[in-house]
């Protein structure tokens, strides 16, 4: 069973930075796309920023020239570097994992971001 483990959330000052990983079961070849997401209370989870296995990467308007995704494929890790933070970064960050073959889908559990003002 594929499990994915966030660390690296916390309590951080409006400016500040932050680093978000996400540790994969297995090889992380074998997902064509990783992504986090944020999710407020009350509030559908929303797309931050994704990289595909080929390295391409998207970014959600809001973390544009702030957050950057990479993925370490030896450790089997994708990284969230945010930066500038803002307190309406504020919320539960979810690394997701896809294959495209089956449209599996696959959730951590999520780690905590709060950005005091």
């Known amino acids: 069973q594929v499990q994915l483990v966030e660390s690296g959330g916390g309590l951080v000052q409006a400016g500040g930075s932050v680093r978000l990983s996400c540790t994969t079961s297995?090889?992380?070849?074998?997902?064509?796309?990783m992504a986090w997401y944020r999710q407020v209370a009350g509030n559908e989870r929303e797309l931050v920023a994704r990289v595909t296995s080929g390295g391409t990467t998207n970014y959600a308007d809001s973390a544009k020239g702030r957050f950057t995704i990479s993925r370490d494929n030896a450790k089997n890790t994708v990284f969230l570097q945010m930066n500038d933070l803002k307190p309406e970064d504020t919320g539960v960050y979810f690394c997701?994992?896809?294959?495209?073959?089956?449209?599996?889908?696959?959730w951590g559990r999520g780690t905590q971001v709060t950005v005091s003002s």
């Open positions: 997701n994992a896809q294959v495209f073959s089956g449209r599996r889908t696959y």
């Open positions: 297995g090889s992380i070849f074998s997902f064509d796309v």
